[in-house]
Each structure stands twice: as structure tokens, then as C-alpha cells.
């Protein structure tokens, strides 16, 4: 049987400061990265996501539960997993008195690289994050996206067989960020492994093959991204536009169809349906004479029916 990359089950982290009330920022969180994917954990800033990695990366000691990477037991065999892993922090910086090419050979030569290897894996990781103009400028004169992109750098230039990133594209203009994307898929095709962190909805879109949805230091949604979307109660949003003469008939109507939403103070009304009812729905609107549309549903729906708020707000539990 083959070992999963990450094996964790009912992580729990409880932060106590004295004086204080203590904090549980992770209650009880069980998650299964198979070797060779990328999955993401999903959600806002304080919401547990980096305690967890920092747990996984052997930085932080659990309260209680058991995280295995390859095998092997965080807590019971850090050395053992070190290895196996780099990490990029949230907002880690470089070290500013050396340059982006300095510091990627610098880091692949304390990992044990033989002098070659360093080079031409420095010079790969640099071309792939677009740091050749500046590969010789000292960090502490680059820009922040800059910075942030030397961080991703030299870690990928690692190939190791577990890369932990923690929101590694914050800071990033769009252009950077899909450089970024393009990277990680790169590196999967190429047998290594992925655990990011994002509260960005089209990163964990469009690059995740798993996603783990974390509010309040649980996972409350986990799945493929098209599974969560279908949480919603479909695959396609049909919204009914206002105003509109008889609403609360057209909202009765609309209810037998499923759970009705309304979106504004407009009072439109919104409903999640699979394709095989959208004629019959198109029906409805013309014989109303309203105005309909049909898209979609994205995954910041399927968060917010799951969580409940916008990821764009901070939670105070976690961390």
C-alpha cells in the first residue's frame, strides 16, 4: 500500500497565554494528501490553515492527534521528516544582504546539494519565477512581489518530495500569481507533492486537486472543487432579476424548485439547479415577463453556503 504524503487525524492545537482564556485554533482536523497532488486548504486569515502546516512542516508541536508525512511521525521523528519537505511561511522575507541568486544556491548548498546541482537548479528556479533581470540585485532593493517570488524560488528549486506553501502568491500581481500556478504544476508532473494554504478562490479553483474549506480551526467542506460547487444544491445559479410585479408569487413558484435566496434589497431571487431544469425555469421567466440569467456556480457560492460569511472576513479563533 502507498504512503499517503500527509496523514493526519484530529489535529488539535489549543494556544494559551497566561492570563488569558486559552485559544483552540485547530479542533480536531483530519486531513489526507495522497502522494503526487496538490491540495489546498481554503480559507479566511485566521482560520487555522497555517497552524496546521506549521504543525505538518515539523514547526509547531500539536496539542494532540497524530500527523504522519510519508510516514513518518511528525512529533515522534522531526529529523526524519525534514528532509522530505520545504516550506515558503506566510510572508517569509529573504535575507536582504544577499541576492535572489545567492540566496536559492545558498539554501540548495545547506541542503546538501553538490555545487552543480545547486547551480543549475538556482538558475532553473529563478527563470521560473522571472527573477533573471534581477538574480543579482541584493533582496533588500526588490519590490515586495519580488521578494515573495524569490521566497517560492528557493524552495521549489528544491524539488523536494513535500512542498508546504503558505499563501505563496500574496503580494503578487495576476500575471506573477499564474507564473506561480504554472510552477506548482510543473513541480507535480515531476513527482512532488503539494499542501498549499490560500484564501484566494480562483488559486484554490483552479489548482487544486482536493480542497479542505477550514472555518474555526475545523474543516467544514472538503472535496474536489466542482463537488463543493455542487453543495449549492447544483451545478447552475439562475437568478430572476427585480423588480418585478407579483414577488412573492414568482418566489413561491420558484421554491418548488429548491431553496430560494434573495440576493439584494432589490429583491431578486436566486436558485441553484442542475441543467435538465433550466427550460422550465426559462419558461417561467418569459411567461413573467422577467429578466433571467443562467452561469455557473463558483466556489465562493459553495463557501459561503458553507461557511456562512465571506472569506474576505478575518476570524479571531484561529490562527
Given at each position: 500500500m502507498v504512503e499517503d504524503a500527509?496523514?493526519?487525524r484530529d489535529v488539535r492545537k489549543v494556544y494559551r497565554t497566561r492570563g488569558q482564556p486559552p485559544v483552540e485554533a485547530?479542533?480536531?482536523?483530519?486531513?489526507?494528501?495522497?502522494k503526487g497532488s496538490r491540495i489546498s486548504l481554503l480559507g479566511r486569515n485566521g482560520a487555522g490553515k497555517t497552524t496546521f502546516l506549521r504543525i505538518a512542516s515539523t514547526l509547531l508541536l500539536p496539542t494532540s492527534g497524530e500527523v504522519r508525512v510519508f510516514g513518518r511521525d511528525v512529533v515522534e521523528d522531526p529529523e526524519g521528516v525534514r528532509p522530505l519537505i520545504a516550506v515558503v511561511p506566510q510572508e517569509g522575507k529573504?535575507?536582504?544582504?544577499?541576492?535572489?541568486?545567492?540566496?536559492?544556491?545558498?539554501?540548495?548548498?545547506?541542503?546538501?546539494f553538490v555545487r552543480e546541482t545547486a547551480k543549475s537548479r538556482t538558475e532553473e528556479a529563478l527563470s521560473l519565477m522571472s527573477l533573471g533581470e534581477v538574480a543579482d540585485r541584493l533582496n533588500v532593493t526588490?519590490?515586495?512581489?519580488?521578494?515573495?517570488?524569490?521566497?517560492?524560488?528557493?524552495?521549489?528549486?528544491?524539488?523536494?518530495?513535500?512542498?508546504?506553501?503558505?499563501?505563496?502568491?500574496?503580494?503578487?500581481?495576476?500575471?506573477?500569481r499564474r507564473g506561480v500556478w504554472e510552477t506548482l504544476r510543473l513541480l507535480t508532473r515531476r513527482g512532488s507533492?503539494?499542501?498549499?494554504?490560500?484564501?484566494?478562490?480562483?488559486?484554490?479553483?483552479?489548482?487544486?486537486?482536493?480542497?479542505?474549506?477550514?472555518?474555526?480551526?475545523?474543516?467544514?467542506?472538503?472535496?474536489?472543487?466542482?463537488?463543493?460547487?455542487?453543495?449549492?444544491?447544483?451545478?447552475?445559479?439562475?437568478?430572476?432579476?427585480?423588480?418585478?410585479?407579483?414577488g412573492s408569487g414568482l418566489e413561491g413558484t420558484l421554491s418548488t424548485f429548491g431553496p430560494v435566496l434573495k440576493e439584494d434589497a432589490g429583491g431578486s431571487l436566486t436558485l441553484f439547479t442542475g441543467p435538465e431544469r433550466i427550460q422550465e425555469l426559462m419558461a417561467i421567466a418569459m411567461a413573467r415577463k422577467v429578466p433571467a440569467t443562467v452561469g455557473p456556480v463558483t466556489l465562493e457560492e459553495a463557501f459561503l453556503r458553507l461557511v456562512g460569511r465571506s472569506?474576505?472576513?478575518?476570524?479571531?479563533?484561529?490562527?
Amino acid at each position: 500500500m502507498v504512503e499517503d504524503a500527509i496523514s493526519a487525524r484530529d489535529v488539535r492545537k489549543v494556544y494559551r497565554t497566561r492570563g488569558q482564556p486559552p485559544v483552540e485554533a485547530l479542533s480536531g482536523v483530519s486531513i489526507r494528501v495522497p502522494k503526487g497532488s496538490r491540495i489546498s486548504l481554503l480559507g479566511r486569515n485566521g482560520a487555522g490553515k497555517t497552524t496546521f502546516l506549521r504543525i505538518a512542516s515539523t514547526l509547531l508541536l500539536p496539542t494532540s492527534g497524530e500527523v504522519r508525512v510519508f510516514g513518518r511521525d511528525v512529533v515522534e521523528d522531526p529529523e526524519g521528516v525534514r528532509p522530505l519537505i520545504a516550506v515558503v511561511p506566510q510572508e517569509g522575507k529573504p535575507f536582504f544582504h544577499l541576492t535572489p541568486r545567492e540566496q536559492v544556491y545558498t539554501y540548495l548548498r545547506s541542503r546538501g546539494f553538490v555545487r552543480e546541482t545547486a547551480k543549475s537548479r538556482t538558475e532553473e528556479a529563478l527563470s521560473l519565477m522571472s527573477l533573471g533581470e534581477v538574480a543579482d540585485r541584493l533582496n533588500v532593493t526588490l519590490s515586495g512581489g519580488q521578494r515573495q517570488r524569490a521566497m517560492v524560488a528557493t524552495v521549489i528549486s528544491t524539488q523536494a518530495p513535500l512542498l508546504f506553501l503558505d499563501e505563496p502568491t500574496i503580494g503578487l500581481d495576476p500575471f506573477a500569481r499564474r507564473g506561480v500556478w504554472e510552477t506548482l504544476r510543473l513541480l507535480t508532473r515531476r513527482g512532488s507533492t503539494i499542501l498549499l494554504t490560500t484564501h484566494y478562490l480562483d488559486e484554490a479553483d483552479v489548482l487544486s486537486d482536493r480542497l479542505y474549506i477550514v472555518d474555526r480551526g475545523r474543516v467544514v467542506g472538503e472535496g474536489s472543487s466542482e463537488e463543493l460547487k455542487r453543495t449549492s444544491g447544483g451545478t447552475l445559479r439562475v437568478t430572476f432579476q427585480a423588480p418585478f410585479s407579483d414577488g412573492s408569487g414568482l418566489e413561491g413558484t420558484l421554491s418548488t424548485f429548491g431553496p430560494v435566496l434573495k440576493e439584494d434589497a432589490g429583491g431578486s431571487l436566486t436558485l441553484f439547479t442542475g441543467p435538465e431544469r433550466i427550460q422550465e425555469l426559462m419558461a417561467i421567466a418569459m411567461a413573467r415577463k422577467v429578466p433571467a440569467t443562467v452561469g455557473p456556480v463558483t466556489l465562493e457560492e459553495a463557501f459561503l453556503r458553507l461557511v456562512g460569511r465571506s472569506i474576505d472576513e478575518e476570524d479571531s479563533g484561529g490562527r
